[in-house]
């Protein structure tokens, strides 16, 4: 992919807001861009031909975050059973969040740079290595990896197109071989950057627009699996992740995202904050905006897990509800 300078989202020439100010400054590359055979041909979401063809290449590394909620451990026996060859297994819980603080940060708090840095780094995982990310839910999991490293300056990780289903659809084989690589050495920024924290964001309902990567049901208050309190945050518009993908799991293409996304109320000139149970499907509708062509939103990490434990308001029902006052 190569190296991005700026707001990645916008067009030449567009205004970026103040929020974004930061963001953009920050865009530089951490290191010199590689151009890797693969760069050509793909940004942020690539397809199983295009990893088949450099299967063998060093600097791929493939990454199995498949992962299930309530179901601890089976994301990798899944992995044990068979995976892309050469994969190696990340795990939501253990590898790309940090430990629950109680009640604040939510159920997938996201770690600090430096121990996720050095936890990729063990596995690895270096600086000039092109990272595929992929699960079996749509790319709802293998999001969060590829948000991770591309909000820290990792500019070469993309989410496979229709993960590990679209690889055994093509006739491509698994293994239960497991790759073993030698510590890698990876420089990532120390601080997260398109981000924000409960307190502003409530400060902010009502003038930012805010959406809800969980399923129609979850967002309603129909049903509350996990939580302990159903509904959404009031102002938030349901933006469920099937939204994004065919019928057959892959994404849309750009325009329908593009449509999609404006028919929310997210492609024009105000922030953008998507959230979800806990920060790891709402990546999902940051990188659909990213393949649409707009501006990055801002995660709201700690997501309903925080929200609702925090004691925060609630709206129920299909509509956004009214901003709570002061």
Request: with cysteine; charged share 25%; aromatic share 6%.
């Amino acid at each position: 992919m190569g190296g991005r300078t700026g707001d990645p989202g916008a067009a030449p020439g567009d205004r970026i807001p103040e929020a974004h100010l930061t963001y953009a400054l920050e865009r530089e590359p951490t290191r010199t861009p590689q151009h890797h055979p693969m760069t050509p041909m793909t940004r942020d979401l690539v397809g199983v031909d295009a990893v088949a063809a450099h299967l063998d290449d060093p600097p791929l590394r493939i990454v199995d975050v498949r992962w299930y909620l309530n179901r601890p451990g089976d994301g990798r026996r899944a992995f044990e059973a068979g995976h892309i060859p050469g994969a190696l297994y990340l795990d939501i819980d253990g590898d790309l969040a940090a430990p629950p603080a109680g009640a604040d940060g939510g159920r997938h708090p996201l770690p600090d740079p430096g121990a996720f840095e050095r936890r990729l780094a063990a596995a690895g995982i270096g600086d000039e290595d092109f990272v595929v990310a992929y699960d079996d839910a749509g790319g709802w999991v293998a999001s969060r990896l590829w948000w991770m490293l591309d909000d820290l300056g990792h500019r070469d990780v993309a989410v496979l197109d229709g993960g590990i289903g679209a690889w055994t659809a093509a006739g491509r084989p698994l293994t239960t071989a497991v790759r073993v690589a030698a510590p890698a050495s990876l420089h990532l920024r120390g601080r997260w950057t398109r981000t924000i924290e409960r307190a502003e964001l409530r400060r902010r309902l009502g003038s930012v627009v805010l959406i809800d990567a969980r399923a129609g049901a979850r967002y309603r208050g129909e049903t509350e699996p996990i939580d302990p309190v159903p509904g959404h945050i009031p102002t938030a518009r349901s933006a469920p992740t099937d939204g994004n993908l065919t019928p057959d799991g892959h994404f849309c293409d750009p325009d329908a995202l593009h449509a999609r996304f404006r028919e929310l109320g997210a492609a024009g000139d105000a922030d953008v904050a998507t959230y979800c149970g806990s920060g790891v499907s709402a990546t999902h509708n940051a990188l659909a905006m990213r393949l649409a062509g707009l501006r990055d939103p801002i995660l709201y990490a700690g997501s309903w897990s925080d929200w609702s434990s925090a004691g925060e308001p609630a709206a129920t029902g299909a509509e956004p509800g009214e901003a709570p006052g002061p």
